[in-house]
Nanobody, 121 residues
Framework: QVQLVESGGGLVQAGGSLRLSCTASGTIFSINAMGWYRQAPGKQRELHATITKDGNTNYADSVKGRFTISRDNAKNTVYLQMSSLKPEDTAVYYC???????????????WGQGTQVTVSS
């Protein structure tokens, strides 16, 4: 069993900051990529930040320069520091991890339950 638990969402005013965390737990052999998706009402889920095990990052243009993704491999945790937040950043934020549960098992994607981020104007 693998579980991803997010925390840190909430309500913030435009221009403010929030930090999201997501920790993977359970039977985990290795974690490759981790990242964050978000889904706004009526829209498709959008990948906006990823980080590899070696720390290489990638961002969607909509968040580049405002969001920073990082991870602590020892804690199986990924973070998302969000700054200069805009009302259009309002969404449910989901973390994911591509991981293997054993040395000879496949790499599979696991998801958190989501955390709401609301940015007021």
């Amino acid at each position: 069993q693998v579980q991803l638990v997010e925390s840190g969402g909430g309500l913030v005013q435009a221009g403010g900051s929030l930090r999201l965390s997501c920790t993977a737990s359970g039977t985990i052999f290795s974690i490759n990529a981790m990242g964050w998706y978000r889904q706004a009402p009526g829209k498709q889920r959008e990948l906006h930040a990823t980080i590899t095990k070696d720390g290489n990052t990638n961002y969607a243009d909509s968040v580049k320069g405002r969001f920073t993704i990082s991870r602590d491999n020892a804690k199986n945790t990924v973070y998302l520091q969000m700054s200069s937040l805009k009302p259009e950043d309002t969404a449910v934020y989901y973390c994911y991890a591509r991981l293997a549960r054993g040395r000879w098992t496949n790499w599979d994607d696991y998801w958190g339950q989501g955390t709401q981020v609301t940015v007021s104007s």
